[in-house]
């Protein structure tokens, strides 16, 4: 994830009821809120990350985010802000988030992850409209980023587990790629939509041509939706 939102809380702890962030900024379009209890420097360490920008405590669950009313008609990314499920984040925490999500039945939850592998550890524990989502930014292997490789990736998200689930694939920011290989990829996966987008923040990524961009989404549009952000126009040159 390359998204940052800091949720709001009273220091002197006199708001009961916090309150969710709405979706601003390069966000999903589809995503109205984002929540976030477990919080702080992820793990995964991706070069491109959007919260590189600002200060990072270490790794945390803020208790008090289970104030927050999520409400009903929302579609919330939860953990919008580091990875919640990086292999170094307590079971506990994940649990009691999803617990949190469970008292809102009424809302559709975003779970996106560069570790899906470990989504099948919480197997009974999603509230039930739920998204599970992973981020494949190429098929080509490099020094980006700590956490897991993209064919880690790509077995997580054919776990048994994410059979009959609803799944996403997001290639932001997308890099250069080898079209037949990923659109294999997400075939295997049967994401019920893929989003593509660009890196926003300048990282020097590798990134494919414009007409690579369009090839991709023509061949993933035979079997799935395809998202383009608006941030891809800047490879339109
Ligand atoms: S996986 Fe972690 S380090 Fe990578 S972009 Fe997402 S939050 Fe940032």
Same mark, same amino acid.
């Given at each position: 994830m390359d998204f940052y939102f800091i949720n709001c809380f009273d220091i002197n702890d006199k708001i009961y009821k916090m309150v969710m962030n709405k979706q601003k900024g390069n966000?999903? @379009?589809?995503?109205s809120h984002t929540w976030n209890a477990i919080k702080g420097? =992820? $793990?995964? &360490? =991706? $070069?491109? =990350?959007?919260? +590189?920008r600002f200060p990072q405590n270490p790794i *945390?669950? &803020? /208790? +008090?985010?289970?104030?927050?009313?999520? @409400? /009903? @008609?929302n579609f919330i990314f939860v953990g919008s802000s580091t &990875?919640? #499920?990086?292999? &170094?984040? !307590?079971n506990l925490w994940i649990e009691k988030t999803l617990e949190h999500c469970r008292k809102y039945p009424k809302n559709t939850y975003l779970f996106q992850t560069?570790?899906? /592998? *470990? #989504?099948? $550890?919480?197997?009974? /524990?999603? !509230?039930?409209?739920s998204i599970f989502g992973t981020t494949i930014e190429t098929n080509r292997e490099n020094d980006i980023s700590s956490s897991p490789p993209r064919s880690f990736r790509l077995a997580g998200m054919l776990h048994d587990f994410l059979r009959c689930k609803r799944k996403m694939v997001t290639f932001e920011p997308i890099m250069d790629l080898d079209v037949s290989i990923v659109t294999d990829w997400i075939k295997d996966i049967k994401p019920e939509f893929v989003n593509i987008g660009a890196d926003s923040m300048g990282h020097n990524l590798q990134e494919p041509s414009w007409e690579k961009i369009i090839k991709l989404k023509e061949e993933l549009e035979k079997f799935t939706k395809v998202n383009l952000k608006d941030n891809l126009n800047r490879l339109k040159k």
């Open positions: 966000m999903y @379009g589809f995503v420097k =992820c $793990s995964h &360490d =991706c $070069s491109y =990350c959007y919260m +590189k *945390r669950l &803020d /208790e +008090k985010e289970f104030k927050t009313d999520l @409400g /009903e @008609g &990875d919640m #499920f990086a292999d &170094d984040v !307590p560069k570790n899906p /592998e *470990r #989504f099948a $550890s919480f197997h009974k /524990e999603y !509230p039930e409209d």
